[in-house]
């Protein structure tokens, strides 16, 4: 019977327990916006769109008629097609509990190990711990680290959200953190109340009792973990899996059909009659290709449980696995054929199983299928080269009958002739039992250890004549290089029949460089360090099979030699420690008092339930619209013309805007240079606004701008890097300048002299929620409701009445939370903010604008790349007399905040470090490149890492240990900075004493030593980096603050203030200080949000002091409001809230006040280069322990411990926090993070796939933190300090510990001398740092003989 398409068919699935069916299901919608606008469960989160972060992850469980088991797996649903759905279960964040019923025992643990901070990306980490807990109730630290090895968070630093799931581990109770100097709060409770909340005579029994807590939570109290309360698998799915005759399934959308065939006849009918379409299984690359590269498939075919398609079959020979087996599938059946069979038979197997570990996050390995990742040949595919090297056959089928394939050179290079045919579809694949005498390897090196792709792959096969070393056959495959996996062929026929010695080796070497090449204009870069790697993993093969040789008989050849033993070894962190102390709330404070408290974050149960509400979460308005941006694709061009007939041609489009309908209103001025809102004659870099396109739907908006066509001429010249803007004169604004003492006569007096640079590169801010707005005309007045997700509405209200010619009070921005900004919702958001209100106001229509990932990190710019240039004169004891430096940073096209980075960095340049001659200058550099601007830590994390290399190299010159150098020239006691102002910096010695004392640095120290003695090709690196970062924003205006606090009758309070919840925490502060000054519970105090209609002209929030501000202008209205009701409070001492705000209603009191804080006092003179600018300093120091593997460059964070002067802190937890987010993104910063550009200026990395953030594998295995001892702060709200930007810098200590193990290398290997490492110091820099043997093989390209692929800004 011929197969012939039926009419539509009906979608079932289960959400949350409920049974969902759609009869007209569009199979281009994929789960995550089908979850968020059709179900309105908004509690998975969009981040990336492109299964790269996790934000999105729910559970999927099946079940298996065959087997009898259900399978519950997590997934990304911004991949899943809803399609791809019918008779599953999908379990979202708030199918597992909630406020309302019961939340989540993984939920609730989250939120009270302080887990979350933005909590945008919570929904996510609770449903990949669920998943995993829904299989492994009991889950070891390695399965933990698996499987959220695909989540990633901006905020937190991981710690906290490890030390949440260590309390399902095994035998947790020995893996929690040590806490020390108790605190004595509990902890909110599931309903919500804390022991601090409890009146006072349920606090005396409860203290009678002894109830005092030890820790940042307190254990005793989660909910168990309790497997038979979680949701079954609905019965319907069961019977009709079992019962229902099974039909293939036929979804006809406007583009696409899809078709699910259900027995492999037909799958094979159907591919017959469309065989172009593909195989959708896991859709991880077809999802993305159509996604991201508008590849259309009008036919899919999507296989559904097909038994022949996941059979798996032990053979004599080997095993056959069916096609459609997941990633995680296969490596289950592996583990277990591992375990069973003797290791003999399962070297391939075994190699597999490693790649599988690390192969890209767990949601994407329980959908991806063997088949998709055989099929699919990316050339960084970690299975393939090992597949190919174990001589694996694929059995296909079409219609006219089976055959077999074997996957070889051939099917990699998709050779005709070795290739599927058409109709072919891939049932299963073989994948043989290694022999005797024969071993498999597998190597890969890739940015992060997890959830990163390759840069090199590797999978080396060799036989030998039995019980010999000679060479029966080997095989050896490269992923990485070149668009596909490529056999090293002659290589192999070479080595075949040769003797395993050295001397193959150097042969090996030297071959596989001339046979594997790689153009010096490769698409993605690092060629000569790619081509390093290939021979690194030939020698790391070499001593892998020389170790295994020997065990198999000893004679055959001499054992590796001692020192060389470590590099076969992998990183891997098994346990991760923690010690956090910090300071202990005085026993005479009244323990209702939440001062000083490691209170949860106020919204932190709902991050973790879902429940929290972001600006896209919001429901849609009647009429509402979609905005979406047309940017530049040319960095320096004239607009010749711009053509949207197209776009406005397509159903649903209502209107393209370009720069001619903003006429008059065109530009913005909040810098002294003003803006073009949507560029009109000229773009200035790629990623500029030019036209922005408004559509019924998202969908519709996004397919017009595609349609959009500008037509561009070039113009010179091309400015893109700091060298080209000094070469033009290229800058955008005059040179500013600090000169202090006189460095001229010191240079005349000092033993050495020694000059340098080192570039420093930019970072994408990477807050996990995107820029968002939506816009609302209310239809009356002109007035506007604007919901924007912004560190600054009143910079968003400003240009947004500007644009409609309307008065400010029109105009009235809300933000609830913002979902992470870091300084990028700042300067940028406005101007996409006052767009989408003209184009509201236009159509008077609700106007919505979220962006996509990829156009986020384009169009917003980041923190600005750096080139220090520097002339240090020194003492040869190591004194540092004289510095000059000048900062160049890389500004882009407007001026946005690059001058106020450049002041900060001229400020903050010192550091920790007395320079008695100091002569400082900077310049933004004007390029044409998206705009840079504020960036945690604002220029102080460039311009401090500039002095921090420089005194290093002022130690590795006069031979004193970098430690010696640092102490001698730091500040002690009460100085002067170089603007003059006075500082008493003792904390700063006291940090740095007790970090010493703490990390047991030189007792470390010495077993780096011994380490690095007795270590060949691994090295060990240790640093101690001090910190003084100052504190203000060098005005009075500018920290200015404001409250607005209302007592209602029933005793309940609402609190508002111009601060901005980013995660920080400030709300939690805030409540805090209401509940000490009014001395109520903080259970009776509200903060819905910040608003311009209730605190009017906010400063931007940002600069580590908006709890400090915004708590002393809170702090103001409620010390009025305790003052007008003392009198009635001390008539009636017994009272309730309720009684003396009724009373002080009777008596005509008013229950409102505002509080007002004027700002610190703070001054600067640029012309002189002193002044006052900021109100107080943060001082703190880390050591940071590494270990580097010199052949890849890969590396390991071993141990970091921090000690930070936090004066009071008003809350541990929070501070705790910042401290280790900051720190961590300062770990990607120096190490990690990577902006990549063409030489047109086009920036190739724009998402989580190619530019990566810090995952939970690189947290320290040891990760402590501790705060000195409270001390007076003048001036600040209750002594605490500000710590949002501080700890940033200290992510430099894992740089300068990754220094040290490379210049340990360099000087075994004789490389003396001072050497220049830039940042970030990512493998590539690390290994061509660590020069050998084999980095001096490598064939070296002349620079200005080929267009490199990439450029460095
Ligand atoms: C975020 C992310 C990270 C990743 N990281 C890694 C990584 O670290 N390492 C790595 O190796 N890979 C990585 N990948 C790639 C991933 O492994 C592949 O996309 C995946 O294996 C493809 O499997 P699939 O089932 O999703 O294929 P699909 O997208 O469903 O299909 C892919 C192709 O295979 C064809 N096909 C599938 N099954 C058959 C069949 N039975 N017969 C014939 N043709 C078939 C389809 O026609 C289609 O052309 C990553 C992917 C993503 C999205
Ligand atoms: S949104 Fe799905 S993984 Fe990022
Ligand atoms: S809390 Fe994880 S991204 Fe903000």
């Known amino acids: 019977m011929s197969f012939s398409l039926n009419g539509p068919s009906e979608l079932l699935f289960y959400v949350n327990g409920r049974k969902v069916t759609e009869k007209n299901v569009d199979p281009e919608t994929m789960l995550l916006p089908y979850l968020r606008k059709k179900l309105r469960l908004t509690g998975t989160k969009y981040g990336c769109g492109g299964g790269g972060c996790g934000a999105c992850t729910v559970m999927i469980s099946r079940y298996d008629p065959g087997t009898k088991k259900i399978r519950h797996y997590s997934a990304n649903a911004c991949l899943l097609p809803i399609c791809s759905l019918f008779g599953a279960a999908v379990t979202t964040v708030e199918g597992i509990g909630n406020t309302q019923r019961r939340i989540h025992p993984v939920q609730e643990r989250i939120a009270k190990c302080h887990g979350t901070q933005c909590g945008f990306c919570s929904p996510g980490m609770v449903m990949s711990l669920y998943s995993l807990l829904r299989n492994i109730p009991k889950p070891s630290m390695d399965q933990l680290m698996e499987a959220l090895g695909g989540n990633l968070c901006r905020c937190t630093g991981y710690r906290p959200i490890v030390d949440a799931c260590k309390t399902f581990c095994k035998g947790n109770t020995r893996d929690l953190p040590i806490l020390l100097w108790a605190t004595n709060c509990c902890q909110s409770k599931e309903n919500g109340i804390c022991c601090l909340d409890r009146d006072e005579s349920e606090l005396l029994d409860s203290e009678q009792g002894n109830r005092t807590c030890e820790k940042l939570f307190q254990e005793e109290e989660f909910l168990p973990l309790d497997p038979t309360q979680e949701f079954i698998f609905p019965p319907e799915l069961m019977i009709m899996a079992e019962k229902q005759p099974k039909r293939t399934r036929v979804f006809y959308g406007e583009r696409i059909t899809w078709i699910s065939p259900v027995t492999l006849r037909e799958l094979l009918e159907v591919k017959a009659k469309y065989p172009d379409a593909p195989i959708v299984m896991g859709n991880t690359t077809v999802g993305p290709d159509m996604k991201f590269k508008g590849i259309l498939h009008p036919v899919i075919i999507s296989p559904d449980r097909i038994a022949e398609l996941n059979a798996v079959n032990y053979l004599d020979n080997g095993l056959t696995i069916g096609a459609g087996c997941s990633l995680a599938q296969l490596k289950d059946i592996l583990t277990d054929v591992v375990l069973e069979l003797p290791a003999e038979k399962t070297q391939t197997y075994q190699a597999l199983l490693k790649h599988l570990r690390t192969l890209a996050g767990s949601q994407i390995r329980n959908v991806a299928s063997l088949g998709g990742s055989i099929i699919s040949r990316h050339s960084t595919s970690d299975l393939n080269p090992l597949l190919a090297v174990g001589n694996c056959t694929l059995n296909l089928a079409s219609k006219d009958g089976k055959r077999q394939i074997p996957l070889n050179d051939q099917f990699l290079m998709k050779a005709r002739s070795s290739d599927l045919k058409p109709e072919e579809i891939l049932i299963s694949v073989n994948i043989p039992y290694s022999r005797k005498w024969e071993f498999v390897s597998a190597f890969r090196q890739a940015p992060r250890q997890q959830n990163a792709l390759a840069f090199v792959i590797s999978g080396m096969r060799v036989l030998f004549e039995e019980d010999t070393n000679i060479v029966r056959d080997i095989c050896i495959f490269y992923g990485g290089i070149g668009s596909t996996t490529v056999c090293a062929k002659k290589l192999c026929q070479k080595l075949t029949g040769r003797a395993w010695n050295e001397e193959m080796l150097g042969k090996a070497c030297r071959s596989v460089l001339d046979e594997v090449l790689l153009p010096a204009s490769a698409p993605g870069g690092m060629v000569e360090y790619k081509r390093s790697l290939l021979v690194s993993f030939l020698f790391k093969f070499y001593l892998e099979v020389l170790r295994n040789l020997r065990m198999m008989n000893p004679s055959l050849c001499p054992s590796v030699p001692a020192e060389y033993r470590s590099v076969l070894e992998d990183f891997h962190s098994k346990q991760y420690e923690t010690v956090l102390r910090y300071q202990k709330v005085d026993t005479k404070q009244f323990p209702q008092d939440p001062i000083g408290r490691p209170i949860m974050h106020q919204s932190g149960i709902k991050h973790a339930t879902g429940e929290a509400i972001y600006c896209d979460d919001m429901p849609v308005h009647d009429q509402e619209l979609f905005l979406t941006f047309v940017t530049s694709s040319r960095a320096h061009a004239k607009i010749v013309s711009i053509d949207s007939s197209e776009a406005l041609k397509l159903p649903g489009v209502i209107d393209v805007l370009t720069g001619k309908d903003l006429q008059g209103v065109n530009s913005f001025s909040e810098f002294p240079e003003s803006e073009e809102i949507l560029a009109t004659d000229e773009v200035l870099g790629v990623g500029q606004l030019v036209c922005a396109v408004v559509a019924d739907s998202d969908v519709k908006a996004r397919q017009a701008a595609r349609l959009v066509k500008i037509e561009y001429s070039d113009l010179e010249p091309l400015i893109l890097t700091i060298e080209d803007a000094i070469q033009h004169n290229s800058f955008l604004e005059t040179e500013t300048k600090i000169d202090y003492g006189d460095v001229e006569e010191a240079f005349k007096t000092v033993d050495q002299i020694l000059e340098g640079e080192i570039h420093i590169g930019g970072q994408e801010h990477f807050y996990m929620e995107t820029h968002s707005m939506l816009v609302v005309p209310s239809g009356e007045d002109k007035e506007m409701d604007v919901y924007v997700s912004t560190q600054y509405p009143k910079q968003a209200q400003d240009i947004i009445a500007s644009i409609l010619k309307v008065p400010s009070n029109k105009i009235m921005c809300h933000v609830k939370r913002v979902g992470g900004a870091f300084g990028g919702k700042a300067t940028k958001t406005g101007i996409l903010a006052a767009i989408t209100a003209f184009a509201a106001n236009k159509t008077g229509r609700p106007v919505r604008c979220i962006l996509e990932r990829g156009e986020d990190i384009l169009i917003t710019g980041g923190r600005h790349p750096y080139l220090g240039k520097y002339k240090v004169g020194f003492m040869n004891d190591g004194r540092i007399m004289a510095l000059d430096v000048v900062h160049y940073a890389n500004g882009g096209f407007t001026l946005d905040h690059s001058q106020f980075v450049i002041q900060m960095g001229l400020l903050k340049l010192d550091n920790a470090y007395k320079i008695p001659n100091l002569r400082c200058r900077g310049l933004a550099c004007k390029t044409n490149l998206p705009s840079n601007t504020a960036l945690r830590g604002f220029g102080f994390p460039q311009a401090a890492l ?408």
């Open 946 to 1353: 500039v002095t921090e290399s420089c005194i290093t190299k002022v130690a590795a010159q006069s031979g004193l240990p970098p430690e010696k150098v640092r102490m001698i020239n730091m500040y002690k006691g009460i100085h002067e900075t170089h603007y003059k102002q006075e500082i008493d910096a003792s904390n700063l010695m006291k940090c740095w004493n007790e970090c010493i004392e703490i990390s047991s640095y030189y007792a470390r120290k010495a077993r780096v030593e011994d380490f690095n003695k007795k270590n060949y090709w691994k090295k060990k690196g240790i640093a101690l980096i001090p910190l003084k970062f100052p504190v203000g924003l060098c005005s009075l205006p500018a920290g200015q603050a404001a409250a607005l606090v209302h007592i209602y009758l029933d005793g309940s309070v609402l609190v508002t203030h111009g601060g901005i919840e980013m995660g920080q925490g400030v709300h939690t502060k805030i409540i805090q200080v209401v509940s000490r000054e009014l001395g109520m519970p903080m259970t009776n105090i509200h903060l819905r949000g910040t608003s311009t209609e209730t605190v009017p002209n906010a400063n931007v929030s940002g600069g580590s002091v908006v709890a400090d501000l915004n708590g002393m202008a809170v702090q103001d209205a409620c010390q009025i409001l305790r003052k007008r009701l003392e009198p009635i409070i001390s008539k009636n001492p017994h009272g309730t809230w309720m009684d003396w705000a009724q009373e002080a209603f009777n008596q005509s009191i008013s229950l409102s006040a505002t509080g007002y804080f004027r700002g610190y006092e703070s001054d600067m003179d640029w012309e002189k280069g002193e002044g006052n600018p900021f109100a107080y300093f943060v001082y703190g120091t880390a050591c940071s322990e590494v270990e580097v593997d010199c052949l890849t460059g890969d590396h390991k964070n071993i141990r970091t411990d921090i000690v930070m002067d936090v004066g009071h802190s008003i809350n541990p937890a929070l501070d705790i926090g910042q401290i280790e987010g900051a720190f961590i993104q300062g770990v990607g910063l120096y190490t990690l993070e990577e902006l990549k550009y063409s030489p047109e200026g086009i920036l190739y990395t724009r998402g989580p796939e190619h530019y990566k953030i810090p995952s939970f594998c690189d947290v320290p295995a040891e990760f402590n933190v501790s705060f000195l001892p409270a001390s007076e702060v003048a001036r600040t709200l209750y002594s605490s300090k500000g710590l949002g930007e501080s700890a940033l810098f200290l992510g430099s200590s894992v740089f300068f510990a990754l220094h040290d193990a490379i210049l340990a290398a360099r000087q075994e290997r004789g490389f003396s001398g001072v050497f220049t490492l830039n940042s970030p110091l990512t493998p590539e820099k690390i290994r061509m740092a660590c020069e050998d043997k084999f980095t001096k093989m490598i064939p070296k390209d002349e620079p200005g003989s080929y267009i490199p692929w990439d450029i460095r800004i």
